[in-house]
């Protein structure tokens, strides 16, 4: 037989006449993409995402099920191509039945697998939980106890019960671990790092949350890592601006010798623009990562602020001593966090009346309300809608002059505005006034360092943290203002990438997030599904610390789950997201081609499961009735097997007769789940609920 000459994008090849594009391409060794065809199967041509252009004929073609053709000129990337291949993927995505994540996923700063180390915890499997959530974050311990649980606010339990306490599992997970023992960093060994040294040496300017975590991340690459900070020990936030009471000393310790035992090296009380500049560390590292946080305190803004103390100086001091002397009446003006920490701390202090002073009401209070109800059961009295507006000292005490406020029209935060009451000024004494007012990133260190600066601080770019200076990353609070740790240790983890790419001449990219598609809020009969098998009882509480020894000690007050209240808790996750054991080609193809799910977005279809088979779990709403499984069971004789039912926008691939596929697949259904492109048939034990509770 004659073979057929071809040319694709400008290659020439010779096949076997009946031979189709697509396999001709593969002798080249071009990739064009494909979801539907499987390698000794009929093609099928639904999914077009292997459409290519042949020169002079019109439209584009399926590489699939096309033959080549004697002479012919394919063209596999094209901008038209892609195109297409773009718009076929996202009309695929338009009604899929099914999230790539959990929702509580997608609300994680660092993309925890937050489904995937509760599935551990629930199983006793507390190594592989503790595994998940050490690779994804640094210091994990810490943040079980100090994050604002920006994850639950998305759990699914809220749509039934309470959320689920994902902050004390991660913590539980994190703390488990810890005093196991197992890995080498906790024994004090030395951890081999996951890459080889490549001698190349990468400054980080702050031992914070932020800089802790790229050194993490940038050690297990091999690259060497020196962390300067102005403090005498590092932790930055972490240790110098929460109380020891919701973050003991020992655990952040802990924690930090980890990152000491991969190799790290810590120069610390070194101040950047007095002992060194950013020049010369340029100089004298490869990289520079600036993680100097956001540790300038702001005034009362009122005449007589300079009498106020602030509250970071405040916290400070409790850490590396003496401790400040408060006396009886304390007043502490401000809303968020650091506020009620402030005001904690003075209860411990011996003060006998603490106040709180804010300007707008409970409702608007940036802080966390667990940590605001925790304050008034330690003491604390919290007066709204009031603002200072003038602090002197008379007859040895402290003088705030207050003004009683009214809400307005919302300002640029999007909360009601304070306004004040004419004639409504009074006065209030104190031994101590603290001010709690907010934080800003001290940029004098910077003068003349050539970097571009932002109104919040350094001006990075947000997907790769590289500023304006080749080789010099900025993240953390020191580019956003104050914010969360959690935030700062994921922009950690993303300047490690975007340094090693830089270090490896690589074009810097950052980390690039996979397409994401999310079902929303789901109907009554589609939360039943996944509420199936799980038993429903009400969040687990979390023990405290005596009220007796909260008020007089810096103790930690949240005591930790037992391990039959983490277990117990663990087993009320709904276990959202793809447990596609195999990586879902489709999601895959979606993120190479930068596709956005909502573009032909309308009525998906409905959400349902089948968990019937012991092996397999069948999702039909992400099914793209490429027909793979079907030709798969009709090849090893399945006596029922899978058939095309409906017609159609209506068709779907089912067993006959409504039979599930514990009846449809019992020969073929591994193999079934091989071949799917899609998370449509799973093989169980994935970590999904399903596969779970099946």
Same mark, same amino acid.
């Given at each position: 037989m004659t073979a057929v000459k071809l040319t694709i994008d400008g290659r020439a090849t010779e096949v076997a006449p009946g031979t189709t594009i697509l396999s001709a391409a593969r002798t080249l060794g071009l990739a064009i993409p494909t979801l539907c065809q499987v390698e000794g199967f009929e093609h099928s041509a639904s999914c077009f995402l292997c459409a290519v252009k042949i020169q002079g004929r019109p439209n584009l073609w399926p590489s699939c099920a096309t033959p080549a053709a004697e002479g012919m000129v394919v063209i596999s990337d094209s901008d038209e191509v892609r195109a297409a291949r773009k718009t076929s993927l996202e009309l695929l995505l338009s009604d899929h039945?099914?999230?790539?994540?959990?929702?509580?996923?997608?609300?994680?700063?660092?993309?925890?697998?937050?489904?995937?180390?509760?599935?551990?915890?629930?199983?006793?499997?507390?190594?592989?939980?503790?595994?998940?959530?050490?690779?994804?974050?640094?210091?994990?311990?810490?943040l079980g106890r100090v994050c604002p649980r920006l994850c639950e606010q998305r759990c699914r339990q809220c749509d039934v019960e309470e959320a689920l306490s994902i902050r004390n599992l991660h913590r539980f997970a994190a703390d488990h671990q810890r005093r196991a023992g197992a890995p080498a960093e906790l024994a004090g060994e030395t951890p081999a790092p996951l890459c080889p040294p490549t001698g190349r040496r990468v400054a980080v300017v702050g031992a914070g949350p932020a800089g802790l975590a790229a050194a993490h991340h940038l050690l297990?690459?091999?690259?060497?890592?020196?962390?300067?900070?102005?403090?005498?020990?590092?932790?930055?936030?972490?240790?110098?601006?929460?109380?020891?009471?919701?973050?003991?000393?020992?655990?952040?310790?802990?924690?930090?010798?980890?990152?000491?035992?991969?190799?790290?090296?810590?120069?610390?009380?070194?101040?950047?623009?007095?002992?060194?500049?950013?020049?010369?560390?340029?100089?004298?590292?490869?990289?520079?990562?600036?993680?100097?946080?956001?540790?300038?305190?702001?005034?009362?803004?009122?005449?007589? !602020?300079?009498? &106020?103390?602030?509250?970071?100086?405040?916290?400070? %001091?409790?850490?590396? /001593? $003496? =401790?400040?002397?408060? +006396?009886?009446?304390?007043?502490?003006?401000?809303?968020?966090?650091?506020?009620?920490?402030a005001s904690r701390c003075a209860i411990r202090l011996g003060a006998k009346s603490v106040r709180v002073l804010y300007r707008r009401t409970r409702r608007e209070m940036p802080c966390l309300m667990e940590e605001v109800e925790a304050a008034e059961a330690e003491g604390v009295h919290i007066d709204?809608?009031?603002?200072?507006?003038?602090? !002197?000292?008379? &007859?040895?005490?402290?003088?705030?002059?207050?003004? %009683?406020?009214?809400? /307005? $029209? =919302?300002?640029?935060? +999007?909360?009601?505005?304070?306004?004040?009451?004419?004639?409504?000024?009074?006065?209030?004494?104190?031994?101590?006034?603290?001010?709690?007012?907010?934080?800003?990133?001290?940029?004098?260190?910077?003068?003349?360092?050539?970097?571009?600066?932002?109104?919040?601080?350094?001006?990075?770019?947000?997907?790769?943290?590289?500023?304006?200076?080749?080789?010099?990353?900025?993240?953390?609070?020191?580019?956003?203002?104050?914010?969360?740790?959690?935030?700062?240790?994921?922009?950690?983890?993303?300047?490690?990438?975007?340094?090693?790419?830089?270090?490896?001449?690589?074009?810097?990219?950052?980390?690039?997030?996979?397409?994401?598609?999310?079902?929303?809020?789901?109907?009554?009969?589609?939360?039943?599904?996944?509420?199936?098998?799980?038993?429903?009882?009400?969040?687990?509480?979390?023990?405290?610390?005596?009220?007796?020894?909260?008020?007089?000690t810096f103790e930690e007050v949240e005591l930790g789950f037992s391990l039959e209240a983490a277990t117990r808790e663990s087993r009320r996750c709904l276990g959202c997201g793809c447990g596609k054991a195999i990586p879902c080609r489709l999601r895959q193809f979606a993120t190479d081609y930068g596709v956005d799910p909502q573009r032909f977005v309308g009525e998906r279809r409905h959400f349902s499961r089948d968990t019937s088979h012991p092996d397999i779990i069948f999702e039909p709403g992400k099914c793209i009735i490429c027909g793979a499984c079907v030709q798969v069971a009709a090849q090893v004789?399945?006596?029922?097997?899978?058939?095309?039912?409906?017609?159609?926008?209506?068709?779907?691939?089912?067993?006959?007769?409504?039979?599930p596929m514990a009846e449809a697949l019992r020969k073929s259904a591994r193999r079934a789940a091989e071949v799917c492109p899609t998370g449509a048939i799973m093989l169980k034990g994935t970590g999904c609920a399903g596969c779970r509770l099946a």
């Open positions: 039945a099914g999230d790539c994540i959990g929702p509580c996923r997608t609300g994680c700063p660092a993309r925890l697998d937050i489904p995937g180390f509760i599935a551990g915890i629930a199983a006793g499997d507390h190594p592989k939980a503790a595994q998940i959530v050490t690779d994804s974050l640094t210091l994990p311990a810490s297990r690459q091999g690259h060497g890592v020196v962390l300067f900070d102005a403090h005498p020990q590092p932790g930055g936030m972490l240790r110098y601006g929460i109380p020891e009471f919701r973050l003991p000393r020992q655990v952040l310790d802990a924690e930090i010798q980890m990152i000491r035992t991969l190799g790290a090296e810590f120069r610390l009380g070194k101040h950047l623009g007095r002992d060194f500049k950013l020049e010369d560390l340029r100089k004298d590292f490869d990289a520079v990562f600036l993680a100097i946080g956001a540790q300038g305190s702001r005034g009362l803004g009122c005449p007589g !602020e300079e009498l &106020a103390m602030p509250a970071l100086e405040f916290l400070e %001091r409790l850490t590396d /001593g $003496p =401790p400040p002397t408060v +006396g009886t009446d304390v007043i502490i003006v401000g809303g968020g966090n650091t506020a009620m920490d709204f809608l009031v603002a200072p507006v003038r602090l !002197e000292r008379k &007859a040895g005490k402290l003088t705030l002059t207050c003004q %009683r406020m009214e809400l /307005g $029209p =919302p300002d640029k935060s +999007g909360r009601a505005s304070p306004v004040p009451i004419p004639g409504s000024e009074y006065e209030v004494q104190a031994t101590c006034v603290i001010a709690a007012i907010g934080q800003s990133v001290d940029l004098d260190p910077l003068n003349n360092a050539q970097v571009t600066l932002s109104k919040w601080g350094i001006a990075a770019d947000p997907k790769t943290l590289a500023t304006n200076l080749p080789g010099v990353f900025a993240g953390g609070d020191a580019v956003t203002g104050p914010d969360l740790a959690v935030r700062a240790v994921a922009a950690g983890k993303l300047a490690a990438a975007s340094v090693d790419q830089y270090l490896n001449g690589k074009k810097v990219i950052g980390v690039p997030e996979s397409v994401n598609v999310l079902m929303g809020k789901l109907s009554e009969e589609e939360l039943a599904v996944f509420l199936r098998g799980i038993e429903q009882a009400s969040r687990a509480p979390m023990p405290h610390l005596p009220m007796d020894k909260r008020r007089t004789g399945e006596e029922l097997g899978l058939s095309f039912i409906g017609r159609g926008f209506q068709v779907s691939v089912a067993g006959p007769f409504h039979k």
